[in-house]
């Protein structure tokens, strides 16, 4: 069983920084996909993803703001967020593909306070 674990949540104002993590079980390589979605009350977007060949997408809420991106030694992707907004504020999940398989961490909660 995949698991990824997810770390740098927390609490920050409008208009700063921060950045999440997720380590998963088995090398990055490994999957097709890997992102992170959020949720806020309602349902689970995508925010950012990054394929095995290093493409990346975001959601148009992202674009210009957050950053996705791997550290190969590390086994490790990344979630850059700056320029926050209290609309930001959600629970942010990290998500592993293969195929049709979808894996997903515990979550982490992100609060933008104005």
């Known amino acids: 069983q995949v698991q990824l674990v997810e770390s740098g949540g927390g609490l920050v104002q409008a208009g700063g920084s921060l950045r999440l993590s997720c380590v998963p079980s088995?090398?990055?390589?490994?999957?097709?996909?890997m992102g992170w979605y959020r949720q806020a009350p309602g349902q689970r977007d995508l925010v950012a993803r990054i394929?095995?060949?290093?493409?990346?997408s975001y959601a148009d809420s992202a674009k210009g703001r957050f950053t996705i991106f791997r550290d190969n030694a590390l086994n490790t992707v990344y979630l850059q967020m700056d320029d926050l907004k209290s609309e930001d504020t959600a629970v942010y999940y990290c998500?592993?593909?293969?195929?049709?398989?979808?894996?997903w961490g515990q979550g982490t909660q992100v609060t933008v306070s104005s």
């Open positions: 998500n592993a593909n293969r195929l049709t398989r979808n894996w």
């Open positions: 088995e090398s990055i390589f490994n999957f097709n996909t």
């Open positions: 394929n095995v060949g290093g493409i990346t």
